[in-house]
């Protein structure tokens, strides 16, 4: 088993920067590939990014390109999201998946419980 915790997660206004993080502890070699998925009020849950902690560059949703970087240490098996230039739709609950497998749909075999981020106008 592998257990995912997020944090960062805040209120912050459109323009503003925040970096996520997550932090996988377990048996961490199940969890090769690491990604961010939202899910925003009354939606379905999207994929953001991705990244192989082998050799794949990472992957981006199109609505966050250029805004957002995924990053990750894999000494602290941890990853980060860095969202610069944040919208209003940027506003959601972020989770941090693992599994072994690098993918951008909802395939990841492990899930963390999310942390709200909110952005106002």
């Known amino acids: 088993q592998v257990q995912l915790v997020e944090s960062g997660g805040r209120l912050v206004q459109a323009g503003d920067s925040l970096r996520l993080s997550c932090a996988a502890s377990?048996?961490?070699?199940?969890?090769?590939?690491m990604g961010w998925f939202r899910q925003a009020p009354g939606k379905e849950r999207e994929f953001v990014a991705a990244?192989?902690?082998?050799?794949?560059?990472?992957s981006y949703a199109d609505s966050v390109k250029g805004r957002f970087t995924i990053s990750g240490d894999n000494t602290k098996n941890t990853v980060y999201l860095q969202m610069n230039d944040l919208k209003p739709e940027d506003t959601a609950v972020y989770y941090c998946?693992?599994?072994?497998?690098?993918?951008?749909?909802?395939?990841?075999?492990?899930w963390g419980q999310g942390t709200q981020v909110t952005v106002s106008s």
């Open positions: 998946a693992a599994g072994p497998l690098f993918t951008t749909n909802q395939g990841y075999r492990y």
């Open positions: 377990g048996r961490t070699i199940s969890s090769r590939a």
């Open positions: 990244i192989n902690w082998g050799s794949s560059s990472p």
